[in-house]
């Protein structure tokens, strides 16, 4: 793959219904630009729900596979503590990612379901989003084989059981421990999700594609929150150049 960077600066705005700020650059065929949260597709009420809606931001990848440019919601794992670490402005940052397969069984003694909106997140989660976490603590995230319940999934999993500390097994084969209850996500969410179980257990099963070191390979979605007085389009020049470096 042709080792090249293309920088481009870009920013449209049209006034009440969509807001886009993207700055891309193409290194080692992956390229980062910042999206803003509140463009899903063409229904303006989604997300608005959030606080500091106009302050998060998501990393999105372009691929380049020979003469054809992909764009691509997913980017590298590494970005995002290399954003924390490196970028002023940014606050937080936060990695969300899918299991591998389409589906998987939960299961709590004899009841069983398959679960298609599973999210695995990091406890800045509830720090960049306003979702509602009804019990529980955000930073038990921070742990490994820990899942946190909608409501409605607790209610299916567990009944009237109290579900804290109670067990759910993961396709038949590890036990996660709840440690939290979130209400159900509003259905203007472009996040839509019935459990949310901590990336670092996908760290700790030795993914590489999750690891933080992780620069090539987009397999998450990434989201910024960046401080109020932050310029985002210097934050995303500045997030192109520093990528751009640790992939060369």
């Not at 793959?1 to 293309?6: Q, T």
């Amino acid at each position: 793959m042709k080792r090249n960077l293309i920088l481009a600066w870009r920013q449209l705005i049209i006034k009440g219904k969509l807001s886009v700020l993207q700055i891309f650059g193409i290194t080692l065929g992956v390229t980062t630009s910042l999206l803003l949260c509140t463009y899903v597709n063409y229904h303006y009420s989604y997300d608005r729900f959030h606080n500091d809606l106009d302050q998060i931001y998501r990393v999105t990848s372009l691929q380049q596979q020979g003469d054809a440019i992909e764009h691509n919601a997913l980017s590298p794992s590494g970005i995002a503590p290399l954003c924390e670490s490196q970028i002023p402005g940014v606050v937080y940052s936060g990695r969300i990612a899918r299991w591998i397969a389409n589906d998987v069984v939960l299961s709590h003694h004899e009841q069983v379901i398959r679960d298609n909106q599973m999210l695995f997140v990091e406890p800045s989660f509830f720090q960049i989003f306003s979702f509602r976490l009804k019990r529980g603590s955000y930073s038990s995230l921070a742990e490994p084989n820990t899942i946190f319940l909608t409501e409605s999934k607790a209610k299916a999993l567990f009944g009237d059981e109290d579900p804290i500390e109670g067990e759910v097994m993961f396709e038949n084969f590890k036990p996660f421990q709840v440690k939290g209850i979130i209400e159900d996500p509003p259905v203007n969410s472009h996040l839509q999700f019935s459990c949310i179980m901590s990336l670092r257990t996908l760290q700790d099963w030795g993914f590489d594609i999750f690891q933080n070191q992780e620069m090539t390979i987009p397999y998450v979605y990434t989201y910024l929150k960046l401080d109020k007085k932050t310029n985002a389009a210097q934050v995303a020049e500045q997030i192109t150049n520093t990528v751009s470096t640790h992939q060369a």
